[in-house]
């Protein structure tokens, strides 16, 4: 899942752009966030980031075309691990973020601490 967000944002980037990786803390688990400064989602096409081919990309004449299929799998991997994906509104670039529970199967490891 995180292969094919940091795939899709290292082909929209800009030439000599930022790709960013997040792990945070989360009320429901552990985010993944994934930001990029390439030409970003238009507000109005957020809500169908995550339908089969509805955001080919068309942005980047220069780099392979996507098949839109990327995002669609990324959000069905969530779910099945009990997670959520979501496409944050940003002015550039894009951002999803994920949120996976610490532990998948119902029990919560328990801490070990640093050493």
Excluded: K, W
């Excluded at 099945?80 to 919560?108: D, K, M, N, Q, W």
């Amino acid at each position: 899942m995180l292969d094919g967000l940091l795939e899709n944002a290292l082909r929209v980037a800009q030439a000599d752009g930022t790709v960013e990786v997040r792990v945070a803390e989360h009320p429901d688990g552990i985010a993944l966030t994934v930001l990029d400064d390439g030409p970003g989602i238009d507000a109005g096409d957020l809500h169908r980031a995550f339908v089969r081919g509805a955001l080919r990309d068309r942005h980047r004449s220069d780099r392979p075309v996507g098949t839109g299929l990327g995002l669609s799998i990324a959000a069905r991997l969530a779910e099945r691990l009990g997670g959520t994906i979501e496409a944050v509104p940003r002015t550039t670039g894009a951002e999803f973020r994920v949120v996976l529970p610490r532990s998948v199967g119902g029990t919560t490891p328990p801490r070990t601490p640093a050493r």
